[in-house]
């Protein structure tokens, strides 16, 4: 079963495949997914049914396994009004190098740890460190009712618990993948 999330020109792929797939396993999934875009449910943000394949495009993505990955995301066009969709597997965050769960294990080492040693670790800047920590505590609020928790040390682990459900129900309600909104 699939869930089709969207956000604008983009179509966010949630798979019950993905759901406890490591991101090489994910990216696999999602090219096999999309190589039959008629059985996938789309519908484009006018209503219509009738998608098409379009396009392709290849973006980086880091990774846990990778860290210089690239990922094949596909482009479908709506036959009707002529509008055309990305369709991007859970776990890639539009716009970003860096995927969601790579982002929350640098999160939770920095959180258990220290940033420094985070971005020893993980071999990433600590300004980007900073950078998530920041959209982090700017959806704090949601996150802490989201999850139903009373201490914010404990968001990070209870969101990697259930990532691929809290991804959906995040979604769900900003219209976006978590850390893709500015925290300005």
């Known amino acids: 079963m699939s869930y089709l999330l969207r956000d604008k020109n983009m ?39 009738d998608l098409s394949y379009f396009a392709k495009y290849t973006r980086n993505l880091i990774t846990k396994e990778e860290v210089n990955g690239k990922i094949t995301i596909t482009r479908v066009i709506c036959d009707s009004c002529e509008v055309t969709h990305a369709i991007v597997p859970y776990g890639v965050i539009p716009y970003k190098q860096h995927s ?6 640098v999160l939770e080492e920095a959180n258990e740890t220290s940033i420094n ?7 990433i800047p600590r300004s980007s460190i900073y950078d998530w920590i920041k959209s982090l505590f700017f959806h704090m609020a949601f996150l802490m009712s989201l999850l ?9 682990k209870v969101y990697l618990k259930n990532i691929y459900e809290n991804t959906k129900k995040y979604f769900i309600f900003y219209n976006k993948v978590f850390l893709q909104i500015p925290s300005t």
């Open 117 to 123: 040693n985070a971005s020893n670790t993980f071999d």
């Open 11 to 49: 179509i966010i792929l949630m798979s019950e495949k993905f759901k406890y797939q490591n991101e090489l396993e994910i990216k696999k999934t999602y090219e096999d997914l999309v190589k039959d875009i008629g059985n996938l449910g789309l519908t484009c943000s006018c209503g219509c049914s």
């Open 100 to 105: 969601l769960m790579l982002i929350m294990d």
């Open 148 to 156: 139903k928790l009373k201490d914010k040390k404990e968001i990070i």
